[in-house]
């Protein structure tokens, strides 16, 4: 089945402790992302990939980190948790191709909470 | 810059009704235009999408929208809605931005389907 999954689902953690969100596509996907949403703001871009070892920064990127060494994964880098970085994430990924870059499949969300 | 704006925060319909849902969007160029809709707990689904052509386009679940570029709007509609159909449903503007392509969502439109 065509999927991105991401892991954790829940993560409650406290501020400054590292963490590390995995993301991983099985659809050969050349384009991925990641995206924040807090209530009232929709989604935000955090940080994006055009393909392997190409990243740059989204609309939100201060705080985190990605890498994108194989094609199939995008994980995000916490170093230092603050509580302003309480959220759901949301990573997607799309062809990358004319015409189908913008239709993202996204994963089914980690809820991340910094106390 | 691209911005999407989704007037409606909140809707609540009796089921059978119709439903329109609401959106704006502000490019210069004719963008690439969607809806998704996320389920309590769930990742973004995509409903419909627009690239050109036909300004009516058919989605999945029996939803519908309408592009009109006189009024800069791409509104969902579904003539008749299910208790399945509560969920919150963005809209989002595909387009160029300082030589990104990516995805500019509106904030949101949480609907209730009422008995």
């Known amino acids: 089945e065509a999927q991105v999954t991401q892991n954790p689902r829940y993560l409650i953690t406290v501020t400054g402790k590292k963490l590390t969100v995995t993301c991983s596509q099985n659809m050969n996907h050349e384009y991925m992302s990641w995206y924040r949403q807090d209530p009232g703001l929709g989604l935000r871009q955090i940080y994006y990939s055009m393909n392997v070892e190409v990243t740059d920064k989204g609309d939100v990127p201060e705080g985190y980190k990605v890498s994108r060494k194989e094609k199939r994964n995008f994980p995000l880098i916490l170093e230092s948790p603050s509580p302003n970085q309480t959220s759901l994430y949301f990573c997607?990924?799309?062809?990358?191709?004319?015409?189908?870059?913008?239709?993202?499949?996204f994963g089914p969300g980690t809820r991340l909470t910094v106390t | 810059a691209q911005s999407v704006t989704q007037p409606d925060i909140h809707i609540t319909v009796s089921e059978g009704a119709s439903l329109e849902l609401r959106c704006n969007y502000s490019y210069g160029a004719t963008p690439y235009l969607f809806w998704y809709v996320q389920s309590p707990g769930q990742g973004l689904q995509l409903l419909l999408k627009?690239?050109?052509?036909?300004?009516l386009v058919q989605g999945i679940k029996g939803f519908e929208a309408e592009f009109k570029r006189s009024q800069s709007s791409f509104n969902l509609r579904k003539p008749s809605v299910h208790w399945s159909d509560a969920a919150e449903y963005f809209c989002a503007v595909g387009a160029v931005d300082f030589g990104n392509e990516k995805l500019t969502f509106g904030t949101g439109t949480r609907l209730t389907i009422i008995p």
């Open positions: 627009y690239f050109s052509g036909d300004t």
């Open positions: 997607a990924s799309s062809p990358g191709t004319s015409g189908s870059f913008y239709e993202q499949y």
